[in-house]
């Protein structure tokens, strides 16, 4: 059993920061891609940004150059560091993994979401 768990949402400024966290535990044995994607009213889920085991970063380009996708490797954790917010990043944000659980099966695991409000 998986579980992802966010944290870090809230209402914020425009021009303002947050940080969300989203930590991974349960019966790890391996975590491929982790990442996060967003869901604003009325529109579909999007892909904000992802990171790889390796490294490797992928972002949306509304964000690029504002949002930081961080991963600790050791802790199962990723972080979103979203700087210069825009009232258009108004969404609820969730957590995403891709990990072999040590019974060595693969599944595709989601958090519960965490709310980011950009509003003056």
């Known amino acids: 059993q998986v579980q992802l768990v966010e944290s870090g949402g809230g209402l914020v400024q425009p021009g303002g920061s947050l940080r969300l966290s989203c930590a991974a535990s349960?019966?790890?044995?391996?975590?491929?891609?982790m990442g996060w994607y967003r869901q604003a009213p009325g529109k579909q889920r999007e892909l904000v940004a992802v990171v790889s085991s390796g490294g490797s970063t992928r972002y949306v380009d509304s964000i690029k150059g504002r949002f930081t996708i961080v991963r600790d490797s050791a802790k199962n954790t990723v972080y979103l560091q979203m700087n210069s917010l825009k009232p258009e990043d108004t969404a609820v944000y969730y957590c995403?993994?891709?990990?072999?659980?040590?019974?060595?099966?693969?599944?595709?695991?989601w958090g519960q979401g965490t709310r980011v409000t950009v509003s003056s």
């Open positions: 349960g019966s790890i044995f391996s975590i491929n891609v």
């Open positions: 995403n993994a891709l990990i072999m659980t040590t019974d060595l099966r693969h599944g595709d695991y």
